[in-house]
């Protein structure tokens, strides 16, 4: 505090503000994960399917690095003698790149997933729809390499009387100003989709998500650029890091909350609703759902739920160890039934869950 006080800057110590937002977010996150593996193990569960289980995967990630690194960078941990010392690995790469970039990315690609099957008429995959993405990613590691190789001064560095990390100034314009291409690419792709007609409400999933990117980047930006020693001083730390997380979990379960739950607690209900919705809306096709079969071909379900039970997690079945080719084919689940005893599955719940094949 002597040496903040010497150099006129107002510094709050670490207190048990910063420890509680540490807990509780550490908390969120450990909840967050639960989820993800609950969304993993059951993403061949076609409304899951359908809302990308290994690209929310990703979100999650990258929201826990953009936690990590802002961890150091807010200043709520003590940096000093630990790993943290390292301003470019967690400040930069960790947060920045991995982290906010990271979050954009996905946004960008799920958004530009919904824009290539509703508006183009495209399927979600192939080197046309990965490009982009590609392009993205060589950038961002251009931008890594160039800036790890430049001096810690006028880049990042660690300033240890203050124990906090300091950006130089034409660097941290140089991060803002790539972080906000990235998100107006974001803003562009869902101002094409906005007028999409699909069945689940994905285009407003995707606005959520485009206004939650545009939110945190602008109060981050404001709070950089404003009040740049902000990490000194809780009152202006502690609430950036809550929004910064609030809105990355808010994004998160926006996407996959309603799905997941129905999965674990209605799952049979939820699926065949779901299978009716499409062919009511006459979307088939776009979440590749065959169109010949009714909602009331969905009961025969049940009877087959009942040899191999669902439940909260896919069954283990007899059959599952082993495939040989005379049970071919194989249904959905991965289960080794013969085809006779697949006659009174619907074709249009199990091939609902190759859904993701067009909509990630």
């Known amino acids: 505090m002597e040496t903040a006080a010497a150099l006129g800057l107002s510094l709050d110590p670490r207190n048990q503000g910063d420890l509680a937002v540490v807990i509780v977010l550490t908390i969120i996150y450990g909840l967050d994960l639960i989820a993800i593996i609950l969304l993993l193990w059951n993403r061949k569960y076609?409304?899951?399917?359908?809302?990308?289980?290994?690209?929310?995967?990703?979100?999650?990630?990258?929201?826990?690095?953009?936690?990590?690194?802002?961890?150091?960078?807010?200043?709520?941990?003590?940096?000093?003698?630990?790993?943290?010392t390292n301003c470019r690995g967690f400040g930069f790469w960790v947060r920045v790149l991995l982290g906010i970039c990271g979050v954009c990315g996905v946004v960008a690609l799920r958004t530009y997933a919904i824009y290539h099957v509703f508006q183009l008429n495209l399927p979600s995959r192939g080197l046309r729809f990965y490009l982009p993405l590609l392009f993205y990613i060589a950038c961002i590691l251009v931008f890594g390499i160039v800036a790890s190789v430049l001096s810690p001064s006028v880049s990042a560095e660690y300033i240890a009387p203050l124990d906090i990390c300091r950006l130089d100034e034409p660097f941290k314009i140089a991060i803002f100003v790539f972080v906000w291409i990235a998100s107006l690419f974001v803003g562009i792709v869902n101002w094409k989709i906005r007028h999409i007609r699909s069945s689940f409400n994905e285009s407003r999933e995707m606005l959520i998500g485009c206004l939650v990117v545009f939110v945190v980047l602008t109060f981050n930006t404001c709070m950089q650029f404003i009040h740049q020693n902000y990490p000194l001083q809780?009152?202006?730390?502690?609430?950036?890091?809550?929004?910064?997380?609030?809105?990355?979990?808010?994004?998160?379960?926006?996407?996959?909350?309603?799905?997941?739950?129905?999965?674990?607690?209605?799952?049979?209900?939820?699926?065949?609703?779901?299978?009716?919705?499409?062919?009511s809306d006459g979307l088939q096709r776009a979440y590749e759902i065959d169109s010949s079969h009714s909602a009331e071909t969905l009961q025969p379900v049940a009877k087959l739920q009942k040899e191999y039970p669902l439940g909260f997690f896919y069954a283990e079945s007899p059959q599952n160890s082993y495939r040989p080719e005379s049970m071919a084919p194989?249904?959905?689940?991965?289960?080794?039934?013969?085809?006779s005893q697949l006659v009174s599955w619907p074709q249009a719940s199990y091939n609902a869950f190759d859904a993701d094949r067009r909509l990630i």
């Open 46 to 84: 076609p409304p899951i399917k359908s809302k990308g289980p290994y690209m929310m995967s990703c979100l999650f990630v990258c929201s826990a690095f953009w936690f990590i690194g802002d961890l150091q960078v807010n200043g709520h941990v003590p940096l000093a003698n630990s790993v943290f």
């Open 234 to 279: 809780r009152k202006y730390r502690i609430p950036s890091t809550i929004l910064d997380h609030i809105c990355c979990n808010a994004l998160l379960w926006v996407i996959i909350g309603k799905p997941l739950f129905l999965c674990l607690f209605k799952r049979q209900k939820y699926l065949q609703q779901w299978v009716a919705t499409l062919r």
């Open 330 to 339: 194989w249904n959905s689940y991965g289960d080794g039934i013969p085809e």
